[in-house]
């Protein structure tokens, strides 16, 4: 059975870097894509990067390009995500989730087959 595990999160002041880790494990298929999104109190969930199986290309929303860097150790079956220079309005749940059999990147956050159960990141003075 497919699972994601997602670790990392916690309260960090405004400026300051977090990073996600998302183990994952129970694949049934060599293609994926890998997503990492988020959900802050009362709003919507929203798709802010990806990375595919196939050859390692990353996506991220405008929100957080630039400051967020997505990444994978293929050996460990782990993606991260390193976020720098954050902001308050990025305090939000964070999941990782996965979409199989596809060499494509996903911006949807609704594309995804199996999530994790998400870690807060809370970020305040």
């Known amino acids: 059975q497919l699972q994601l595990v997602e670790s990392g999160g916690g309260l960090v002041q405004p400026g300051g870097s977090l990073t996600l880790s998302c183990a994952a494990s129970g694949f049934t298929s060599d293609y994926y894509a890998i997503g990492w999104i988020r959900q802050a109190p009362g709003k919507h969930r929203e798709g802010i990067s990806s990375i595919s199986s196939s050859d390692g290309r990353t996506w991220y929303a405008d929100s957080v390009k630039g400051r967020f860097t997505m990444s994978r150790d293929n050996a460990k079956n782990t993606v991260y995500l390193q976020m720098n220079s954050l902001k308050p309005e990025d305090t939000a749940v964070y999941y990782c989730?996965?979409?199989?059999?596809?060499?494509?990147?996903?911006?949807?956050?609704?594309?995804?087959?199996?999530w994790g159960q998400g870690t807060q990141v809370t970020v305040s003075s």
């Open positions: 989730a996965i979409e199989q059999g596809t060499t494509a990147l996903i911006f949807s956050p609704y594309e995804y087959d199996y």
